[in-house]
């Protein structure tokens, strides 16, 4: 990996790296927006892009061809509107808090309507500026976290005044179940979410995220919003994953020893060795968005052989027992696969009861963040 695409501790000093492939982001970006057309595709880069960095995954995005942007706070459009041509919309997923609309509206960025008192308040503030101030709105179709009753959204769209000062961009709901194919939800969400915008003219419709966009035809409307498949996790449950990696992560080896049978590891010594074994202490912990959940759990992996965590997970390293690997095969300073081709995303967080989301938008500032374009 050339230095000059690194940024972040050196090689030397860091004790994890991070490396992010911008092609297999790209590639991702064109296979999902392949997947929804003639839908427009948007691209869903809250949590700072899942957590590989909006600096980095906008530009690549837009470089695919993406032209409809997500973000979930005001203070997120703030640092991605200038990442964007000004006709590219952007728009706020939570929408925009009582106050917090001249915040919202100086970014550039639409807000998501998600209740008739936001839909309300950004009406006043668009008369009070007098001037029209589009947005989104949203519907409950059943997951009950975000948007507006069917009936509510209908009295907004009906409400001449309201069209034309807050014009609508589009109109949107969500899915609660859109990961698990097969889940009865889904048909029941997009039978309401019809119903409700049935006879609303003139505007795009949008309800799929990643997992949505790949239930089929029906679900796709006008705009499909995806996020967790550009980052290369897997948007469906079951089944082979059709996106490809994009972050990796390795650990350095900072301590290498053997113990004898008998021995104890880690925090709360809840690990004992039942034979000599030989241990790597590796620089990355749950500081690091490591999950403490994986403590005699989880693996490493190192030439294609497993090595099972051991012991607890701690604030700034971990132990692996590397007894699998030839003796001498390791040295202080050698890195250890964390996330990578034997480790995909969707296997560690499952293995720390948790979702490839929460894993990538946990990791941590220490790492050494290397970026590979392979264009
Ligand atoms: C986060 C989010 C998305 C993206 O979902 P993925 O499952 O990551 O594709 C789409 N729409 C809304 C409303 C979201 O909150």
């Not at 179940?177 to 505007?203: K, M, P, S, W, Y």
């Not at 996020?227 to 897997?234: C, E, M, Q, S, V």
């Amino acid at each position: 990996m050339p230095a000059a695409d690194c940024t972040g501790p050196a090689e030397e000093t860091a004790g994890g790296r991070l490396t992010i492939d911008l092609a297999a982001l790209r590639a991702n970006y064109i296979y999902l927006a392949e997947a929804a057309a003639p839908a427009r595709c948007a691209a869903v880069v809250k949590a700072d892009a899942y957590g590989i960095g909006v600096a980095r995954a906008v530009p690549a995005l837009l470089a695919a061809g993406c032209r409809d942007f997500f973000v979930a706070q005001t203070s997120e459009a703030a640092a991605v509107r200038p990442l964007l041509p000004a006709d590219v919309p952007l728009y706020v997923l939570n929408g925009v808090d009582p106050g917090g609309e001249r915040a919202l509206s100086a970014t550039g960025a639409m807000p998501v309507l998600n209740s008739p008192g936001q839909a309300r308040r950004w009406q006043a503030f668009a008369e009070l500026e007098t001037r029209a101030l589009p947005a989104a709105l949203q519907i409950d179709s059943g997951m009950s976290r975000l948007g507006m009753a069917p009936d509510e959204a209908r009295a907004l769209w009906e409400d001449a005044a309201f069209r034309r000062t807050v014009p609508l961009a589009l109109v949107m709901s969500h899915l609660a179940c859109a990961d698990e194919a097969g889940a009865a939800a889904n048909g029941e969400q997009l039978t309401r979410f019809r119903a409700a915008t049935d006879g609303i003219a003139g505007v795009p419709l949008g309800l799929a995220n990643s997992g949505g966009t790949l239930l089929g035809d029906a679900f796709r409307f006008d705009l499909v919003r995806v996020g967790i498949g550009l980052y290369g996790g897997a948007p469906n449950d079951g089944g082979a994953n059709p996106m490809r990696a994009v972050v990796g992560l390795a650990a350095k080896v900072i301590q290498l020893r053997t113990i004898a049978a008998g021995t104890r590891v880690g925090y709360g010594l809840t690990y004992a060795a039942d034979a000599p074994t030989r241990l790597a202490t590796l620089a990355v912990g749950y500081a690091d968005g490591w999950p403490r959940a994986l403590g005699n759990r989880g693996a490493a992996f190192h030439a294609g052989v497993r090595l099972p965590i051991v012991g607890r997970v701690s604030m700034d390293s971990m132990i692996v027992d590397v007894t699998a690997l030839a003796e001498g095969a390791l040295a202080e300073g050698d890195w250890i696969e964390l996330i990578g081709p034997d480790r995909p995303i969707d296997t560690v967080a499952a293995e720390a009861g948790t979702i490839a989301y929460e894993l990538l938008t946990n990791l941590g500032s220490r790492y050494r963040v290397c970026v590979a374009d392979d264009a």
